[in-house]
C-alpha cells in the first residue's frame, strides 16, 4: 500500500512495462527486491495489471498486447486481415515469431491466440498500425498473402481477391522470390 499509489502514477499511462522498471522505480523508494516481486504479484492476483509474460506487464487487459510476450513478433494472417479491414471474419491473434517458442495455440492474458514461427530470413514485410488503442507490427498485405503461402494455408478466392486488390503486384513478387516460393498468387478472375 505504502508504494501504491506512487507507482500507478508513474506507469498506469504505460500500455507496457518491465519489471526491471518496476523494480528499479520501488527500490528508489526504499522497497526490497523480494518486495517488489510480491507487490508485483499481488497487483496482477487483485487484476489491476495483467502479466503478459514473464517480467512483462500491463496495465490494461488488450489483446493486442500479447505479441509482446513473444517478440520479436508480428500479428499475420488472418489477424492481419481483420487488423488492416480486409475481411470481416473474427480471428484470434496469429502471432508470427522468430523465437524457439513450440508453435500452437496458447492463452496469454486470458486471451487464445495462436503462435506460428517464422524463419529469420523470412521476417520481414510488416509495419506498425494503430490497433486498439497500440501501434503494433502487422504484416503487410503482400507479406500476409505471401505468408499464406509459406504456411500453406488455402485462402478462398474473396479473400484472394481482397488481398489482391489492396497490394503491391510487384511487392509479392519480389516477396515470393526472396523465400524461394514457386507458386505464385493468380490474379482472381
Not at 501504491?4 to 512495462?17: C, D, G, R
Not at 488492416?84 to 484470434?92: C, H, M, Y
Not at 488503442?133 to 499464406?148: A, M, N, Q, W
Not at 486488390?165 to 505464385?184: P, Q, V
Amino acid at each position: 500500500m505504502k508504494y501504491e499509489t506512487a507507482f500507478k502514477n508513474a506507469f498506469s499511462t504505460m500500455q507496457l512495462f518491465a519489471a526491471g522498471d518496476a523494480r528499479r522505480f520501488l527500490t528508489r523508494m526504499g522497497a526490497s527486491t523480494g518486495y517488489v516481486r510480491l507487490f508485483l504479484h499481488n497487483m496482477a492476483a487483485r487484476k489491476e495489471i495483467f502479466r503478459i509474460s514473464s517480467g512483462y506487464y500491463s496495465f490494461t487487459d488488450n489483446e493486442a498486447l500479447a505479441g509482446f510476450a513473444f517478440r520479436p513478433f508480428y500479428y499475420g494472417l488472418g489477424y492481419a486481415l481483420t487488423i488492416r479491414g480486409l475481411w470481416t471474419q473474427q480471428s484470434n491473434p496469429v502471432i508470427v515469431t522468430t523465437t524457439k517458442t513450440e508453435p500452437g495455440i496458447r492463452s496469454v492474458m486470458g486471451h487464445r491466440v495462436v503462435v506460428k514461427r517464422i524463419n529469420v530470413r523470412a521476417f520481414f514485410g510488416f509495419d506498425y498500425v494503430k490497433y486498439s488503442g497500440l501501434f503494433v507490427p502487422v504484416s503487410t498485405p503482400e507479406k500476409t498473402l505471401i505468408d499464406f503461402l509459406y504456411y500453406k494455408i488455402h485462402l478462398d478466392k474473396e479473400t484472394r481477391s481482397a488481398i489482391w486488390k489492396s497490394a503491391d503486384k510487384k511487392k509479392i513478387g519480389k516477396y515470393a522470390r526472396m523465400l524461394g516460393i514457386k507458386a505464385r498468387p493468380r490474379t482472381p478472375h
